[in-house]
């Protein structure tokens, strides 16, 4: 699966992903998009785009996009890899065109 980090992912995550090939929108010069015009990049290009941005599904119509989207619950690596399983499992088995919002507690 190709995978598109948005700003704000830790990069240290795509290390777990192996199965996959990650890039990130800074990689790609696409570091100053607005959500809708990174999403519609990424979609010709992508299987999976991978965001922090908590509201992004509130703000954006994803109705009818191709790509996957999956909302991680936090910016702070070591929380993320102390969750690393949860996180890696369930990005994982998103479906194309699916929408996941990992959840674990943060604290």
Request: with cysteine; charged share 20%.
């Amino acid at each position: 699966m190709r995978i598109l980090f948005d700003q704000g992912v830790p990069a240290p995550l795509r290390r777990y992903l192996v199965n996959h090939h990650v890039d990130t929108a800074y990689e790609r010069g696409w570091d100053r998009m607005q959500n809708g015009d990174l999403l519609a990049a990424a979609q010709s290009e992508y299987d999976l785009f991978i965001t922090t941005d908590k509201n992004l599904h509130y703000q954006q119509n994803l109705e009818g996009r191709t790509i996957a989207i999956a909302i991680l619950p936090t910016t702070k690596w070591p929380v993320l890899e102390a969750n690393i399983g949860l996180v890696a499992g369930q990005i994982d088995a998103v479906e194309a065109g699916g929408f996941a919002e990992i959840i674990f507690e943060c604290d």
